[in-house]
């Protein structure tokens, strides 16, 4: 009896310790600003008011609080993933854990697109509106995601929305000339990864595909890929999908970059006004965020020179971070590349483009899957 009183008491005391001791560990341990996994900044301790108490906002901040800065967060996080999945549990917060290593974000049925057609109609017609001697040419890319392209990884019974039905509605009804690089992408899913594994970019080689898209419609001979110089600066990088999966024991992805030995560039981030000789910044291949190396993270407006370039063209680029690993092949083309992130440039394309009567085609590019919810896209017009 004294002994299955011993254990009755050790099975109590044991929950309340461990609570006690991470309680303790909540108190006593630095806070984190940052979560790398996560890729977010966590919650700070609200302020306190009566107002916020009256209103239940204070209550709210502290519930996040406690639950971002929880002793070994990330260790429970996982666990909780890894129980999920030796569940059977093919869909975590919107992921779809899929064939051949695939985590493949599912696709929300847009709201946004008659307003989206809108913006950009508006901005066409006032591009083509300007006076210039030839002209302004102006191209729209929509770029499918793996949820389209790698259909045949997903999970049985995967509820689908279709892309590609509202890449063709906004194709007609903006009345800009379409690139629709879907058609190469099916075509080569087989040839490598055109997506990453724990990411929901598109890889070098997806990019390339795109491009080769582009030149085909703009009569351009794509550079062969051969020609250029490959580099493989991580094999460790773990995205956005990796973040809100939560599966942390997952392998990385390698990233890819290309260089042309041809090129001479010189390249402005006009917000900072820095240069450099390079597209990729490889101070990020030591950080969470790695897809950032490409064009040096986020800024409103780069200006790119290519010395060498086979024409003196201008094209003026309004894009989401999709097009960042497509800009390396695109400089041979042109002298001039001005890439805009509307999100962060608040003066608008269109005035820009009315003052530099050098610029000489204009390409939106945006991938489907966040579209419908990208800030940026207001500020085209």
């Known amino acids: ?30 806070k984190q600003d940052f979560s790398e996994n996560e890729n977010r900044y966590l919650a700070e301790f609200p302020e306190f008011g009566w107002r ?14 406690v639950s971002d800065h929880f002793p070994f967060r990330d260790f429970w996080i996982g666990m909780k993933t890894k129980a999920e999945l030796i569940s059977g ?11 051949d290593g695939y985590l493949i974000e599912a696709y929300e049925k847009p709201e946004n697109t008659d307003r989206i057609a809108g913006i950009w109609k508006n901005f066409a017609e006032t591009v083509n509106g300007m006076e210039r ?25 995967a509820p689908l929305n279709d892309q590609m039905e509202t890449a063709e509605y906004l194709y007609a009804e903006t009345g800009i000339r379409p690139v629709d690089c879907s058609g190469l992408l099916m075509e080569s899913r087989e040839d490598g990864n055109l997506y990453y594994r724990t990411d929901h970019h598109w890889t070098t080689l997806g990019a390339y595909e795109g491009y080769r898209a582009f030149c085909g419609e703009m009569g351009f001979t794509p550079v062969p890929l051969e020609e250029m110089t490959a580099q493989t600066v991580t094999e460790d990088f773990r995205g956005t999908l990796y973040s809100k999966a939560g599966d942390y024991g997952r392998m990385g992805d390698e990233i890819v ?16 006004g820095e240069v450099t000789d390079s597209l990729y910044n490889l101070e990020y291949v030591e950080k969470k965020d790695k897809y950032s190396l490409f064009l040096n993270n986020l800024h409103p407006l780069i200006e790119i020179t290519n ?5 003196g063209r201008e094209l003026v680029l309004i894009k989401d971070s999709y097009a960042n690993s497509m800009v390396p092949f695109l400089v041979h083309h042109y002298k001039k590349i001005y890439v805009f992130d509307t999100r962060y440039y608040k003066d608008g394309p269109s005035a820009f483009i009315a003052e530099h009567e050098g610029v000489t085609e204009v ?5 489907m899957n966040t579209l419908d919810g990208d800030l940026g896209v207001r500020g085209v017009y």
């Open 1 to 30: 009896m004294k002994t299955e009183g011993r254990i009755r008491m050790l099975t109590a005391c044991l929950p309340a310790g461990m609570v006690l001791a991470l309680s303790v560990l909540f108190l006593i341990r630095d």
């Open 52 to 65: 916020q108490v009256r209103e239940g906002t204070y209550m709210d901040g502290l519930t996040d609080y």
């Open 89 to 99: 549990k093919k869909e975590i917060n919107g992921i779809f854990i899929a064939e």
């Open 133 to 157: 001697e030839n002209g302004i040419e102006m191209r729209l890319m929509l770029v499918p995601t793996a949820v389209t392209v790698y259909e045949e990884k997903l999970p049985a019974h």
């Open 257 to 272: 970059i290309y260089t042309n030995p041809d090129d001479r560039l010189q390249v402005e981030y006009r917000d900072n």
């Open 307 to 311: 010395e060498a370039a086979q024409t």
């Open 363 to 367: 390409l939106l590019l945006y991938n």
